[in-house]
């Protein structure tokens, strides 16, 4: 069995603050948020790291790498989904339909299609061993979707929030067994966005 625990970002600064959503860092809480990861892991055998290229999710792994040795691979493709001019309208039609997306954004197959060959070939590489993966909302919800269609938009919305969020998901080869969720918490984008923002 291989075993990958997904850690969802802690809390980033927001888009206004800093428009180049690849560099954009944690907020102060979100770093220190960092450390629930260590927390949770505590304990925990970790063959492997692997992480989105953009920032705020090398950055709440990091400590977490670094207290094991472990250096963080980066692959291209686990980077979240490009969001284009949105707001939460949007969110129900890419759920209704993948293919959909909005002006300058990405669709979630076109996401949930690079994040799952990202996957293969980490599962491929490890198997038999226990990795952690930093990861984003949207990008983590299109591999949880894959692995089990019931999850819908609002399962999603009910992860939108927690920053960080934790779940194990336990593979035999590429076949999904079984999840369970380690960590969800409601800090979230609260001080940055207000009903109707973006998501």
């Not at 990861?37 to 953009?54: C, K, N, T």
């Not at 207290?67 to 980066?74: F, K, P």
């Not at 076109?110 to 990008?139: F, P, Y």
């Not at 399962?155 to 920053?163: E, F, G, H, T, V």
């Amino acid at each position: 069995m291989t075993t990958i625990y997904f850690v969802r970002h802690a809390q980033p600064v927001a888009n206004a603050d800093w428009p180049d959503d690849r560099t954009r860092p944690l907020t102060a809480q979100g770093l220190a948020d960092s450390q629930i990861v260590l927390d949770i892991l505590r304990g925990i055998p970790v063959d492997a790291a692997y992480g989105s290229p953009f920032a705020r999710s090398l950055d709440t792994i990091a400590a977490f790498a670094q207290s094991r040795g472990l250096a963080v691979t980066t692959d291209e493709r686990l980077r979240e989904r490009k969001a284009g001019a949105e707001n939460w309208e949007h969110l129900d039609r890419r759920w209704a339909d993948f293919s959909y997306f909005e002006d300058g954004g990405e669709s979630l197959h076109s996401a949930q299609t690079r994040n799952m060959e990202a996957l293969h070939d980490i599962l491929d590489k490890h198997s038999g061993q226990t990795l952690v993966i930093g990861t984003h909302g949207a990008a983590l919800s299109t591999i949880l979707h894959h692995c089990d269609n019931r999850y819908s938009a609002d399962d999603y919305r009910r992860i939108l929030n927690s920053l960080p969020y934790i779940i194990r998901l336990d593979f035999d080869g590429r076949q999904y067994i079984g999840q369970t969720e380690l960590h969800w918490n409601n800090r979230g984008y609260a001080a940055h966005t207000t009903q109707g923002g973006t998501p």
